[in-house]
C-alpha cells in the first residue's frame, strides 16, 4: 500500500496508519502476556493456600489429639479435621504404630505436593522460554512429569553440561567435552557455544563504535552491548547516540 501511493500526503496517511496498528498490536500483545502472568500468579497462589490450609488441619488434628487424654493416656485421633476441618468423624485411638503409619502417610502427602508444585513452576517456566514475547505458548505437563523439577541459574545449567560430558580420565584434553542433542544434529562442546554467542553478539553491533565485546564480563558491565544490541533489531525504541558510556546508570536504565 505504502509502495503504491505516490502522493506525499497519501504516503503520510500510511505510514500513520501503519503505526497506529503497530502500537495496538503491541497493546494486545502486552495485555495478553499481562493476563496470563495473572492467571499463573493466581494459580500459584491457589496452591499455596491450599497448602497452608493443609497443614493447618494437620497441626490441628495433632493438637487435638494431644488434648483429648492426658499425659501417658490412649489418645484419640480425629481424622476428620484433616479431611474437612469440621472434625465430625468418630475418634479413633491411637497406639504408638498407628500414629506413626499416620504421620508417614501424612509426610508422604506433603512431599507429592511439594513435587506437583515444582513440576508445575518447571512447566510454565519451560512454556515462557518456548517462544518470543507475544507468541501463543503451550504447556505441557506430562513433559516433566518425571523430569528433575530443581530450578537452575544458565550459568549451573552450563556447568552442569560441562561436568557432565567432561572425559573421565585426569589427563584427558577438555576439548573432548561435548554437547550431543537428543535428537539428529552436530554435537558441540558448551565452550564451542559459549564462542558462537559471543561472535553473534560481535556480529550484531560491529556498527556501534563505542561498544567492544570480547568477553561476556567487563564487556557488558557499562551497559552499552546491551544497548547496542536491544538498539539494533529495536532502532526506533531510543537513540543510542545519545548514550554515555561513562554513565552506567543511564545505560542500565535503558537496558
Known amino acids: ?30 495485555e495478553m502476556i499481562r493476563r496470563r502472568e495473572e492467571e499463573r500468579e493466581e494459580m500459584i497462589r491457589a496452591r499455596l493456600r491450599d497448602a497452608d490450609e493443609q497443614k493447618r488441619r ?35 485411638p491411637v497406639g504408638g504404630q498407628k500414629l506413626d ?19 508445575i513452576l518447571t512447566a510454565y517456566d519451560t512454556a515462557a522460554r518456548s517462544g518470543p514475547a507475544g507468541a501463543p505458548r503451550f504447556i505441557d505437563f506430562e513433559a516433566v512429569k518425571a523430569s528433575d523439577a530443581k530450578r537452575m541459574s544458565p550459568k549451573e545449567k552450563f556447568q552442569q553440561l560441562d561436568s557432565a560430558a ?32 559471543l561472535n553473534w553478539c560481535k556480529s550484531k553491533t560491529k556498527e556501534y563504535e563505542a561498544v567492544s565485546i570480547d568477553n561476556f564480563s567487563t564487556s557488558w558491565n557499562d551497559g552499552m552491548a546491551f544497548c547496542a544490541l536491544i538498539h539494533h533489531f529495536f532502532p526506533d525504541a531510543f537513540d543510542f547516540n545519545s548514550l554515555n558510556p561513562k554513565n552506567r546508570q543511564i545505560g542500565r536504565a535503558h537496558v
Do not use: C, H, W
Not at 485421633?77 to 474437612?84: E, M, W
Open 1 to 30: 500500500m505504502l509502495d503504491s501511493a505516490e502522493d506525499y500526503e497519501d504516503r503520510k496517511k500510511v505510514r500513520a496508519r501503519l503505526k497506529d496498528v503497530i502500537a495496538q498490536n503491541r497493546a494486545q500483545r502486552e
Open 58 to 92: 494437620t497441626l490441628a488434628m495433632y493438637d487435638a489429639m494431644a488434648k483429648s487424654a492426658p499425659a501417658g493416656g490412649n489418645k484419640t485421633l480425629d481424622v476428620g479435621i484433616l479431611r474437612d476441618g469440621s472434625g465430625t468423624s468418630t475418634p479413633e
Open 101 to 119: 503409619l499416620v504421620e508417614q502417610a501424612i509426610r508422604e502427602r506433603q512431599r507429592e505436593a511439594d513435587n506437583r508444585k515444582k513440576r
Open 166 to 197: 567432561a572425559p573421565k580420565g585426569a589427563n584427558a584434553p577438555s576439548s573432548a567435552a561435548t554437547v550431543r542433542p537428543s535428537g539428529p544434529g552436530i554435537a558441540r562442546s558448551p565452550t564451542a557455544i559459549k564462542e558462537m554467542l
